[in-house]
């Protein structure tokens, strides 16, 4: 199940549309009744909408204007029409009206009773979908775990624990030709609640080390996958830090919790 | 939010006439900027902007104002519908095989900047301007390219040549300022 952080960050790339189909549903799915997750949501929405106006104005051709106008009128005329058409036919309005009344008992017992069907299938609904999403998530992440211990030119890595974690380690399997590593961390410490685990690539032609992700820890162990990996360069080590949830652009520590060499 | 927008909007959705052509009055100038940078084509731009202000008029009572201002609103009709128009016409063009056309040639438009600056009040353009002048040029990047150009997170990291975890962080980090930002010149 996704904790509300994981529901954050999913909710900050939706307002800027960067979210896969799974990912939105899954919101969709927990802000129905996550008023916090919902605020954020809506307020990731309203910062994002920053982008757009941020951009200098432009006039649009004056036709345009008539054009809208002109669409918006004519759907105002058709709904006059309709109206007038319906006044010519005062006998049909009776008719309709003493039907009207007539199952208006009915109609109201068959409301208050679909009402509730249609309440605890949403309801049915909602619970069903999250839980697909979910599982689609989990089938996509353990097909590319198979996909990368399972390949011929996988290679593995070792990452061992530092001072901070001692009895921490890791195992990455790189498989190049996908561009992508998966890495199995164990006996990793819980990370506190304010804090997030952020993995790093040290790569040979970049001076700064590169955040591949962020993770938290759950009964010791956690798996993170990185895709896009830049094998065409030389990738000379890989190492964890803890940071301030939710990562941070560069590591603000050199208290590695495991770090490996490559 | 001013009482005078709320007011407009929801006079919008019981059908008001004049308040739909004061909203576009208000906003076209901002969603027509908008469309040219997702387009990049006056005439698919002019085309989308129309059938916005017509989503805007059928769906005004949709508009909920504890969710968020009016031109967020308006704004998210009109990057939907640009982005779709943008997707469709990316595969159309697929299609026919026409790889001369480059993403990047979209946000390469010249937009110019015109006096009808009156659908946001300067000092919320101010304050705007300040946000997005915060944050790191990595991070904007990343995010403009997601919300003009409507890449996935994957498109962004192979265009960009950089690892996924890298752009989704970056991504994350970016919106969090500007949320943090809104909150505080709200």
Known sequence: ?262 | MSVETITLLSAVAQGDAVAFEQLYDRYSSTLYALLLRILGNPEDAQEVLQESFVKVWTNATSYDTARGSEAAFLISIARSRGIDRLRSRRIRSDRENDAGREISTVSSFVVKKTGADDAIQSQERKAVRSALTELPEAQRIALELAYFDGLSQSEIAAKLGEPLGTIKTRMQLGMKKLRERLRNFQ
């Open chain 1, 1 to 262: 199940m996704m904790t509300h952080e994981e529901f954050d960050s999913i909710a900050a790339l939706n307002a800027v549309g960067a979210t896969t189909e799974e990912e939105a549903r899954a919101l969709d799915a927990h802000v129905a009744d996550c008023a916090d997750c919902r605020r954020a949501r809506d307020e990731y929405a309203e910062a994002a909408s920053m982008l757009a106006r941020d951009l200098a104005p432009v006039a649009p051709p004056n036709d345009v204007r008539e054009r809208v106008i002109d669409s918006v009128n004519e759907g105002e005329t058709a709904d006059v029409i309709d109206i007038g058409a319906r006044r010519m036919n005062p006998w049909w309005l009776a008719t309709a009206a003493t039907l009207f009344l007539a199952l208006w008992g009915w109609r109201e017992v068959g409301i208050r009773v679909a009402r509730e069907h249609v309440t605890n299938q949403q309801s049915e609904i909602k619970t069903l979908n999250e839980e697909r999403a979910l599982l689609q998530q989990q089938k996509e992440k353990l097909s590319l775990e198979m996909q990368a211990l399972g390949s011929a030119g996988t290679k593995t890595i070792a990452l061992s624990g530092q001072q901070a974690a001692p009895s921490a380690s890791a195992r990455v399997f790189l498989v190049p030709e996908h561009r992508r590593a998966i890495v199995f961390f164990s006996n990793l410490p819980e990370n506190p609640k304010d804090k997030s685990y952020q993995l790093w690539i040290i790569r040979a032609d970049q001076p700064k080390p590169q955040s591949a992700g962020v993770f938290d820890a759950s009964h010791g162990s956690a798996t993170i996958t990185i895709e896009n990996l830049p094998v065409e360069t030389e990738i000379k080590a890989l190492a964890v830090t803890l940071e301030p949830r939710g990562g941070v652009e560069q590591p603000t520590n050199t208290n590695f919790v495991v770090l490996g060499k490559t």
